[in-house]
């Protein structure tokens, strides 16, 4: 059964970085887009970063543009995001999702439902 593992989480002052990672194994690494979501309390789950399948273009939300960097590693079946300049409103708990077959940009406008698979996700606590 294929669930992706998120690492990487922790307490962090603002204006520093940190670095997750998903772990992926048992499919067909490749041909996923793999992408990081974020949750924070009482907030609805939303998109923060993507990394198509194939090429692998890269999509941000604008809130972490120019801070976060997405990128994987095929052979490790394994997703990253580097995350710097942290600010107080990047805490939240932040998943990994896969879904086959499509572009960065796309995974952007999906819901929690169209993803083939989730992790359960790690904690990001940004103190000021």
């Known amino acids: 059964q294929v669930q992706p593992v998120e690492s990487g989480g922790g307490l962090v002052q603002a204006g520093g970085s940190l670095r997750l990672s998903c772990a992926a194994s048992?499919?067909?690494?490749?041909?996923?887009?793999m992408g990081w979501f974020r949750q924070a309390p009482g907030k609805e789950r939303e998109f923060v970063a993507a990394?198509?399948?194939?090429?692998?273009?890269?999509y941000y939300a604008d809130s972490v543009k120019g801070r976060f960097t997405i990128s994987r590693d095929n052979a490790k079946n394994t997703v990253y995001l580097q995350m710097s300049s942290l600010k107080p409103e990047d805490t939240a708990v932040y998943y990994c999702?896969?879904?086959?077959?499509?572009?960065?940009?796309?995974?952007?406008?999906?819901?929690?439902?169209?993803?083939?698979?989730w992790g359960k996700g790690t904690l990001v606590i940004v103190s000021s």
């Open positions: 999702a896969a879904r086959r077959f499509i572009t960065a940009q796309t995974m952007s406008n999906y819901s929690v439902g169209d993803m083939d698979y």
């Open positions: 990394m198509g399948w194939g090429a692998g273009t890269t």
């Open positions: 048992g499919l067909t690494f490749s041909v996923y887009a």
